[in-house]
């Protein structure tokens, strides 16, 4: 297929020229998080969630970490549980529909003991997490 959407017989087909013209517009994917966008479109609030996110957990979280229950618990104190599964899949790449599920889990049936988030909130203040739960922050 040529840049005009032809097919190698010389035919034209509008089909193929809208596909060709769409994948011409498509934004840097790298940029892009799992739901097609831009970090940018971010509300300024999550944004600064993520960025402290990164910053308290360089090298990420994994869904396995002793940590991960006890965050999903200090974030849902700071998040409405929409923005919560934007963030966490924003922060570190976790489909938010699942994150939302596991923040469930971890606010009921899986709740991890009130030390393991104290002990996760002091080591992340001392990483320099400074955000506080906030009406702000919890719309949706």
């Given at each position: 297929?040529?840049?005009?959407g032809?097919l ?22 790298a ?16 944004a600064?969630?993520v960025?402290?996110?990164?910053l308290v957990?360089?090298?990420g ?6 940590d ?34 596991r923040a469930?889990?971890a ?11 104290e ?22």
């Open positions: 297929m040529d840049p005009d032809r190698d017989k010389g035919t034209t087909n509008p089909w193929f020229r809208r596909l060709v013209s769409a994948t011409r517009t498509r934004p840097d994917w940029s892009l998080r799992g739901d097609g966008r831009r970090l940018m479109d971010l509300e300024p609030h999550l600064e969630v960025d402290q996110l990164r957990f360089p090298a979280v994994r869904e396995d970490d002793a991960y229950g006890p965050l999903l618990v200090i974030l849902s104190d700071l998040l409405a549980e929409r923005n919560l599964g934007v963030v966490v899949e924003a922060a570190f790449g976790f489909d938010r529909h699942v994150v939302r599920n469930a889990g606010l009921s049936y899986g709740k991890p003991p009130a030390e393991e988030v002990r996760l909130k002091e080591r992340m203040t001392g990483r320099g997490w400074y955000l506080e739960d906030t009406e702000g922050c919890r719309s949706s």
